[in-house]
């Protein structure tokens, strides 16, 4: 490149006659204006420096304006900065233990409200079951009739004694010295014990036509202190049970909604149930007790103590038993239908996989009865003639259990009576856990009712005392009777509620606890520190976007040169 000065003063050669020299000068004052710029940053060190001296001394926080009191030594100012610096660093580790646990969405149940009314809170289901499993009556009325299909012409006594064996069906897991014996009972009633539309023996069928009558057993009926009738849609209904055929009342959930009246919570008020204590009909008890059985459960689940929330009682004869339920409500906050199942640990009633019925709607009592019908029609390719056909998954090729299966349930009774829905490995318990039936997609309902009772009794003469004699004539009462009285114990329940622990405010309130302990911190420290922070950050970038500025401009001055190659 030619240098233009040297060679020639022509100025029709520049585009810009004075750019050397404009050039020249601008050099100079970028120089000087250097100096000044090197002033400038100095001055806005020092005003921040001034600034945050001025913060440290005035800020509402607590000693910190120790660091610069002149009064102070150097070493007592140290020591205020370690001391500064440690409560800092605390901070940070209680802040970060307690962000775990917020992220973790724990969800707890609390008591929303000790006093609940309880006419709000639905009736249970109430099961009465005769320890006599099997009616003299009826027992020898089906023994004439296989006497009646015997080829050898046996005794009726003899079929009576033989159906004894179908005792076995209740009471799983006993010691069987005469397996022969009723294995060929088995064998001559599944030949002449079948009707002619039958496939198979049909054990349920046999063992509801042998079991007490709840007419036979049932003699009278009250409620509210009103006279009911013992048998309707409303009242008492043969239904199953763990016991088999029983006679429950309010299976249909009828009383769920009542009113103030109807509240249930004294004696007089609840359910009273006068019961045959006879024992003429007595054949075959499975327990070894001189009572019957009641089973207080929720109307919508399968009455089974071993599938939970099924609660068992035993009165005794020739007594007046007082029940008294204390239910507890399970309520669970709408906005949690936005947690997965497994997230927030429990089902609602729309998204449980359990068959679209009108009987039988999700609870966990009925997903544990229908697993354990899973795992014993999977291992014994039968179903226990108790349990309901609602819960089964797969009709097709289904025969109910007898007495050739006893075998097989004894063998895995273990199994079906323990049951877990997580698996956590125990010390000492390894075995038991393997051989426990495993439910893990089974999980507590998240609206749910749950009871607890307890049972006092009074001889039954104070009853008898009390019986006028035209209701003694009517109903047939003889001194040879129960009485049993369901009632709520108190007039208010337990509501709690399940809800998310970490809520908004709890997490505002626990963070501002903790920087307050620490540090005294307070919204008025967070804004003086908000506004110094935002301050330089606007001047910082006030100062990024003046040097692009001056960057591009000298950008285009430099392309606006004009350079004359030779």
């Known amino acids: 490149m030619v240098n233009i000065e040297s060679t020639s003063n022509a100025i029709w050669w520049i585009k810009n006659p004075n750019a050397g020299k404009v050039g020249k000068a601008d050099a100079a004052v970028g120089k000087g204006a250097g100096g000044k710029g090197d002033e400038r940053k100095a001055s806005l060190g020092s005003s921040f420096s001034l600034d945050m001296v001025e913060l440290?001394?005035?800020?509402?926080?607590?000693?910190?304006?120790?660091?610069?009191a002149p009064e102070l030594t150097l070493l007592e100012r140290l020591i205020w900065l370690a001391l500064h610096m440690t409560t800092f660093l605390a901070m940070l580790a209680v802040l970060l233990l307690t962000w775990e646990q917020f992220i973790a969405q724990y969800f707890v149940i609390n008591l929303k409200d000790p006093l609940y009314p309880v006419e709000n809170v639905p009736f249970p289901a109430v099961s009465i079951c005769p320890n006599n499993r099997l009616s003299m009556q009826s027992v020898f009325t089906y023994a004439r009739e296989l006497q009646s299909n015997d080829p050898a012409f046996r005794q009726v006594e003899y079929f009576a004694e033989q159906l004894k064996y179908l005792s076995k069906l209740y009471v799983i897991g006993e010691v069987n010295d005469d397996v022969e014996e009723y294995l060929n009972f088995q064998a001559f009633l599944d030949l002449f014990g079948t009707w002619n539309n039958e496939t198979f023996f049909n054990t349920r069928r046999i063992m509801k036509l042998l079991s007490p009558k709840c007419e036979e057993y049932i003699l009278k009926c009250s409620l509210s202190n009103i006279d009911i009738p013992c048998f309707s849609a409303t009242a008492f209904q043969e239904s199953l049970t763990k016991y088999g055929p029983c006679c429950t009342f309010n299976t249909q959930n009828t009383l769920k909604n009542r009113d103030f009246k109807n509240r249930f919570a004294n004696s007089a008020q609840g359910l009273t149930v006068v019961i045959n204590a006879s024992h003429a009909d007595y054949f075959a008890p499975i327990l070894h007790t001189n009572g019957y059985i009641v089973i207080v459960h929720d109307a919508n689940n399968f009455p089974s103590i071993a599938s939970s929330n099924s609660l068992e009682m035993f009165p005794g004869q020739r007594e007046e038993s007082f029940l008294k339920i204390?239910?507890?409500?399970?309520?669970?906050?709408?906005s949690l239908h936005s947690f997965s199942p497994t997230a927030r640990r429990c089902y609602f009633h729309s998204e449980a996989n359990m068959p679209d019925l009108n009987k039988y709607v999700y609870t966990f009592p009925n997903c544990i009865t229908r697993c354990r019908i899973r795992s014993i029609i999977a291992l014994c390719n039968c179903l226990p003639f108790q349990l309901p056909l609602e819960l089964v998954d797969s009709l097709e090729g289904l025969v109910f259990c007898t007495l050739t299966h006893i075998s097989c349930l004894s063998q895995y009774q273990f199994k079906w009576n323990n049951v877990l829905t997580e698996r956590e490995r125990i010390y000492g318990l390894e075995r038991e856990i393997e051989e426990a039936l495993y439910c893990p997609h089974c999980l507590p309902s998240c609206n749910d009712v749950q009871y607890r009772i307890s049972m006092s009794v009074l001889p039954i003469d104070n009853?008898?005392?009390t019986v006028k004699p035209d209701e003694d004539n009517e109903t047939d009462i003889t001194s040879d009777i129960s009485v049993l009285r369901v009632f709520f114990g108190e007039p208010h329940a337990h509501l709690y509620t399940r809800l998310l622990n970490n809520q908004?405010?709890?997490?505002?309130?626990?963070?501002?606890?903790?920087?307050?302990?620490?540090?005294?911190?307070?919204?008025?420290?967070?804004?003086?520190?908000?506004f110094y922070f935002f301050k330089y950050i606007y001047i910082g970038c006030n100062r990024i976007i003046e040097r692009n500025r001056a960057n591009n401009h000298a950008k285009m001055f430099d392309a606006s040169k004009l350079h004359i190659y030779p």
């Open 326 to 334: 204390f239910p507890r409500i399970i309520d669970t906050d709408k």
């Open 504 to 530: 908004w405010f709890e997490i505002f309130s626990t963070i501002g606890n903790i920087l307050s302990i620490f540090m005294g911190f307070s919204l008025v420290a967070i804004f003086e520190l908000s």
């Open 56 to 68: 440290l001394r005035n800020i509402s926080l607590q000693g910190y304006n120790k660091l610069l």
């Open 463 to 465: 009853y008898l005392a």
